[in-house]
T-cell receptor, first 111, second 113 residues
Framework: DQQVKQNSPSLSVQEGRISILNCDYT??????FLWYKKYPAEGPTFLISISSIKDKNEDGRFTVFLNKSAKHLSLHIVPSQPGDSAVYFC??????????FGTGTRLTIIP | DTGVSQDPRHKITKRGQNVTFRCDPISEHNRLYWYRQTLGQGPEFLTY????????KSRLLSDRFSAERPKGSFSTLEIQRTEQGDSAMYLCASVSGGREKLFFGSGTQLSVL
């Protein structure tokens, strides 16, 4: 039962353009959402999070949008840079429960 | 370095052998998690500790798997009688509270031949 879904396994974006990564969830109990970035042979590193009481959170080039009615969140990266090439995981939790991760989207930034 | 440390980084073993991995969390973090990641998948929860107490175990954690966190400091994850399906990256993460972001280690890549 995949409660967090990332339906795009890969995405290629030109350097300088906007990258938009999408994530859907099915568990309406989820109230805290995070994005992690992962390089090969390394552990995931935290990027940005959002609580369900908000619909947007920004941190520099990264913005996360949450649409609770659609059970959908997205990560926007503007402008995209070559160092952003990595696998991005969406994760969700509720209460003090563990994080549930999506399957990831491999982002490639084309110079 | 005050990050999460995992040892070894890589482990190659033969089917049927036992392996043990170690995780040293960030020192002030009282929660420690183990996740497993296979190719093309996201990290999957295995188990977690609040200090030395193991509070939850996933159904993924068969009876061949055991984890400990003596004295609420470092943790070990042991896999007995390894199978080829155990090949994966085993990730450890720690956090000081329940709703903050997890800090992950670099993982232990296990290959069972």
């Amino acid at each position: 039962d995949q409660q967090v879904k990332q339906n795009s396994p890969s995405l290629s974006v030109q350097e300088g353009r906007i990258s938009i990564l999408n994530c859907d969830y099915t568990n309406s109990m989820f109230d805290y959402f995070l994005w992690y970035k992962k390089y090969p042979a390394e552990g995931p590193t935290f990027l940005i999070s959002i609580s369900s009481i908000k619909d947007k959170n920004e941190d520099g080039r990264f913005t996360v949008f949450l649409n609770k009615s659609a059970k959908h969140l997205s990560l926007h990266i503007v402008p995209s840079q070559p160092g952003d090439s990595a696998v991005y995981f969406c994760a969700a939790s509720w209460g003090n429960e563990k994080l549930t991760f999506g399957t990831g989207t491999r982002l490639t930034i084309i110079p | 370095d005050t990050g999460v440390s995992q040892d070894p980084r890589h482990k190659i073993t033969k089917r049927g052998q036992n392996v043990t991995f170690r995780c040293d969390p960030i020192s002030e973090h009282n929660r420690l998690y183990w996740y497993r990641q296979t190719l093309g998948q996201g990290p999957e929860f295995l188990t977690y500790f609040q200090n030395e107490a193991q509070l939850e175990k996933s159904r993924l954690l068969s009876d061949r798997f055991s984890a400990e966190r003596p004295k609420g400091s470092f943790s070990t994850l042991e896999i007995q009688r390894t199978e080829q399906g155990d090949s994966a990256m085993y990730l450890c993460a720690s956090v000081s509270g329940g709703r903050e972001k997890l800090f992950f280690g670099s993982g232990t890549q296990l290959s069972v031949l």
